[in-house]
T-cell receptor
Framework: SQQGEEDPQALSIQEGENATMNCSYK?????LQWYRQNSGRGLVHLIL?????REKHSGRLRVTLDTSKKSSSLLITASRAADTASYFC??????????FGTGTSLTVIP | DTEVTQTPKHLVMGMTNKKSLKCEQH?????MYWYKQKAKKPPELMFV???????INESVPSRFSPECPNSSLLNLHLHALQPEDSALYLC???????????FGPGTRLTVL
């Protein structure tokens, strides 16, 4: 079964607005990662947060992790049309067990 | 070189054919992965190679057979596939298992 569930399933915002996606998972993890996928193409790694970290930033991205609630969020600030893509969280359990969440489809309207 | 390459980009095969998908990276990564992704679904992990040894097989049917000839190459041998195996097959690599993964563009497989 899938380790991660994401919400919302789809999100549509205006350019310049912030986008927030949430990920919940079921078991203890080593780390949690966020990826972006443009339609039908390979995935691009965005950010990795380890189980002992609570928050991480990278450019316009901010990721939080709450291990007590088994949840994470990805915030994209000042969104651009080029941010339109599917976003997946992924959890690493042991280094060899790696599960993607259900994904959020983000549309940024110019 | 920070690229993972996959060949072919597209593959159409019959249920009795034997074909192979290829993946290559030259980043010195010691972990390589095969994923299967159906339309509008997340990638599902099929195989992980860590230091050229198969470290986990996610109960994938035996008609899929992975091979890691060396630390830069990963193959997926296909035999007697079913139409439901049609999907995007993604290869990825990471420095070590569990860390940031670099993905190839995928092979879109259609089984007739």
């Amino acid at each position: 079964s899938q380790q991660g569930e994401e919400d919302p399933q789809a999100l549509s915002i205006q350019e310049g607005e912030n986008a927030t996606m949430n990920c919940s998972y079921k078991t203890s993890i080593n780390n949690l990662q966020w990826y972006r996928q443009n339609s039908g193409r390979g995935l691009v790694h965005l950010i990795l947060i380890r189980s002992n970290e609570r928050e991480k930033h990278s450019g316009r991205l901010r990721v939080t992790l709450d291990t007590s609630k088994k949840s994470s969020s990805l915030l994209i600030t000042a969104s651009r049309a080029a941010d339109t893509a599917s976003y997946f969280c992924a959890t690493d359990l042991t280094g060899n067990q790696f599960y993607f969440g259900t994904g959020t489809s983000l549309t940024v309207i110019p | 070189d920070t690229e993972v390459t996959q060949t072919p980009k597209h593959l159409v095969m019959g249920m009795t054919n034997k074909k192979s998908l290829k993946c290559e990276q030259h980043m010195g990564h010691r972990a390589m992965y095969w994923y299967k992704q159906k339309a509008k679904k997340p990638p599902e992990l099929m195989f992980v190679y860590s230091y050229e040894k198969l470290s986990i097989n996610e109960s994938v049917p035996s008609r899929f057979s992975p091979e890691c000839p060396n630390s830069s190459l990963l193959n997926l041998h296909l035999h007697a596939l079913q139409p439901e195996d049609s999907a995007l097959y993604l290869c990825a690599s990471s420095q070590v298992a569990g860390e940031e993964q670099f993905f190839g563009p995928g092979t879109r497989l259609t089984v007739l």
